[in-house]
């Protein structure tokens, strides 16, 4: 059975930072892009970043660079998402997806960010 299963997620004031995990089980991890992707209310979801099979490439949409740091560990089949000065504009729901094919998505975690 696929799982995605992402945690981290909170209420934050700007500036703060936040560091999601993407906990992966049930497929092979390693052969798998892996991406972030966001979705405010009213809006339609936005791919946030990307990480390659190896970890060797990554991208950012142009809102997030500087800020956000994606990475992976292959050998816990997680991926993550550091998020650093952030901003209320950052505020939704995060979601991981094995980004190969049709991929995998998994339930998402709310980020907040708000004074």
């Known amino acids: 059975q696929v799982q995605l299963v992402e945690s981290g997620g909170g209420l934050v004031q700007p500036g703060g930072s936040l560091r999601l995990s993407c906990a992966a089980s049930?497929?092979?991890?390693?052969?798998?892009?892996m991406s972030w992707y966001r979705q405010a209310p009213g809006k339609e979801r936005e791919l946030v970043a990307t990480?390659?099979?190896?970890?060797?490439?990554?991208n950012y949409v142009d809102s997030v660079k500087g800020r956000f740091t994606i990475s992976r560990d292959n050998a816990k089949s997680t991926v993550y998402l550091e998020m650093n000065s952030l901003k209320p504009e950052d505020t939704a729901m995060y979601f991981c997806?094995?980004?190969?094919?049709?991929?995998?998505w998994g339930q998402g975690t709310q980020v907040t960010v708000s004074s």
């Open positions: 990480i390659s099979i190896f970890g060797s490439t990554t």
């Open positions: 049930g497929f092979a991890f390693s052969w798998y892009p």
């Open positions: 997806k094995a980004d190969r094919g049709e991929g995998y």
